[in-house]
């Protein structure tokens, strides 16, 4: 059993700052991509983030400049720093890890945590 579990979300004015972290944790042998997505009540998920396991990192373009992703490899926990936040982030963050359970076989799958609210302020 996989797990990832997320923290680091609230209520926050515009203009403000927040970091979400996910740690993942049970049958891991390795972890491919890690990212983060967003969900607004009767919208798509939508895409924030993404980080490969070497560091290469992919952004969707309304929060370029503003956020920022990395990850701990040895404690298998992705951060996205939030910064210059804006009424319209406001949305259920959802934490993504593309994870290999075993050695054997050579298979990756989906892995996608509970989500965490974020909320900003006007």
């Known amino acids: 059993q996989v797990q990832l579990v997320e923290s680091g979300g609230g209520l926050v004015q515009a203009g403000g700052s927040l970091r979400l972290s996910c740690a993942a944790s049970g049958s891991i042998f390795s972890i491919n991509a890690m990212g983060w997505y967003r969900q607004t009540p009767g919208k798509q998920r939508e895409l924030v983030a993404t980080?490969?396991?070497?560091?290469?990192?992919n952004y969707a373009d309304s929060v370029k400049g503003r956020f920022t992703i990395s990850r701990d490899n040895a404690k298998n926990t992705v951060y996205l720093q939030m910064n210059s936040l804006k009424p319209e982030d406001t949305a259920v963050y959802y934490c993504?890890?593309?994870?290999?359970?075993?050695?054997?076989?050579?298979?990756?799958?989906?892995?996608w945590g509970q989500g965490t609210q974020v909320t900003v302020s006007s």
């Open positions: 980080i490969t396991s070497d560091g290469n990192t």
């Open positions: 993504n890890a593309v994870i290999r359970p075993h050695m054997v076989p050579l298979r990756y799958y989906d892995y």
